[in-house]
């Protein structure tokens, strides 16, 4: 008989709703919740969580669900996976906290020489850790000015890297993330992504030779930032938060030449892309750049808060006091994520790209038989399914959209939007091809109330 996975609760039926949610529990902490939490967080749905293992949520009235958001892609091993908890368990019982910042401790050290091995681009690196990944979005911002000593920045329209006020000056993603808090950082430019289902130019690739590449150089360059000023091009390998875009092949290589032709430090977001996400270590792999920072948060340490930004080490070489934080690279946290990249090496990437493989192709006859969906797009366990009233026009089914997330929720399946009307699947890298097929077959009986009207 074969062995049933650490990582995995006892065996009982996922999805399986009891009762329709809210439960009466769900309904007396969601009344709690609403008197003394600041309304600015995104809810989207009423599940009130107790407790989580593997690919499986329980809500506090008993509904068990198929995760397919990760808290925001976030748990790669999966929740609570056994032996993330028990490097948690063990160095909490050693020491809980000695700021990293003003003293050593062997779990920072050796995460650092992980991150320098992992990370792409060869030569001695350098890593400041952080709790989040607009933290590490901070500290790559700051580095790159730092290091350039010019004073101007491209960032890209779609992007999201974070709220914090610098993290945010780079972000283009919703006008909501930015209203009523400006001034923020100057010097920051935004200019077109490569939005080839959705040109704004009207292109079509590869017709196009890359066009928005060609803006950048030809337009914003010699009207808009004079480049020999910019200290960084700011860039997701894949948007995430702008809707699960992928650009094509040629986008990185040529953009990333760009930058080196003119002195341009290359900083790579790998918050929600990194960490074996979509197949590879890190999506920017995927094109075969090496990045001069890259930015890493989320899945890096399965759920405890953990920032990382990498650098060469000729590079990362501010002084002391030049940037620092209490509680980056907390030994708990250190160990947690030293597990999680043994575990995501060992297998998890793998998976990642296997059954990420496996579920792009069934959501693309999930297209042909929907009208709803306009595109299905991603790599590995990182996905977008582009909800669209036509696909001729592209007119957005924001509405659908979110009707959709919400009979998913109802049915079992948590799921996420991005962008304005795309579905964003992004599952913990563990689950299997069976678990996939249940996704897709809630999404498929959705979508065909849907449209039956």
Not at 259 to 267: H, K, P, Q
Request: hydrophobic residues 40%; positive net charge.
């Amino acid at each position: 008989m074969a062995k049933r996975s650490a990582a995995r609760p006892p065996s009982k039926k996922v999805p399986s709703i009891k009762t329709v949610p809210p439960g009466p529990k769900a309904r007396a902490w969601l009344s709690r919740d609403e008197q003394v939490l600041s309304p600015s967080s995104t809810r989207i749905y009423p599940l009130v969580i107790e407790k989580a293992r593997g690919a499986t949520v329980e809500d506090v009235d008993g509904n068990r669900y198929l995760d397919f958001t990760a808290g925001i892609a976030v748990v790669a091993t999966g929740h609570s996976h056994p032996k993330v908890v028990e490097a948690i368990r063990r160095q909490a019982a050693r020491f809980i906290h000695m700021s990293g910042t003003d003293f050593y401790y062997p779990a920072q050290v050796k995460l650092a020489e992980t991150m320098a091995r992992i990370t792409p681009g060869k030569g001695p690196k350098r890593t400041f850790f952080s709790n989040s990944g607009a933290e590490a979005m901070e500290a790559a911002f700051k580095l790159a000015r730092y290091r350039t000593r010019r004073p101007l920045t491209i960032a890209f329209q779609g992007a999201f890297h974070g709220r914090t006020m610098g993290a945010l000056s780079l972000t283009g993603s919703k006008a909501v993330q930015r209203r009523h808090f400006s001034p923020l950082v100057p010097g920051v430019t935004h200019v077109p992504y490569a939005y080839c289902y959705r040109c704004p130019y009207g292109l079509t690739y590869p017709s196009c030779n890359m066009h928005c590449v060609n803006v950048i150089r030809d337009v914003y360059c010699k009207s808009v930032v004079p480049p020999e000023d910019v200290a960084a091009i700011v860039v997701e390998p894949i948007q995430g938060e702008g809707g699960v875009v992928v650009p094509p092949p040629e986008f990185h290589p040529m953009l990333a030449e760009l930058a080196r032709e003119f002195g341009m430090l290359y900083v790579v977001d790998e918050v929600q892309s990194g960490m074996g996400r979509t197949g590879k270590m890190f999506a920017i792999e995927h094109w075969g750049v090496e990045p001069d920072i890259v930015a890493i948060a989320k899945g890096i340490a399965s759920g405890l808060p953990m920032g990382a930004t990498v650098a060469s080490a000729d590079l990362m070489s501010w002084p002391p006091g030049a940037h620092a934080n209490t509680f980056g690279g907390n030994p708990v946290a250190c160990e947690a994520a030293l597990v999680t990249i043994e575990l995501l090496e060992r297998k998890l990437v793998a998976n990642a790209a296997e059954v990420g493989g496996s579920l792009l192709r069934e959501l693309e006859k999930l297209k042909a038989r929907h009208r709803l969906i306009g595109d299905v797009r991603g790599k590995g366990l990182m996905i977008g399914v582009e909800c669209v009233r036509d696909r001729e026009t592209k007119e957005m089914a924001i509405q659908e959209r979110n009707d959709i997330i919400q009979r998913c929720f109802r049915k079992g399946l948590l799921l996420l939007g991005c962008g304005q009307n795309v579905i964003r699947i992004v599952p913990p890298l563990l689950i299997t091809k069976q678990e996939a097929d249940v996704a897709v077959e809630i999404l498929d009986g959705v979508l065909t109330e849907i449209e039956r009207g």
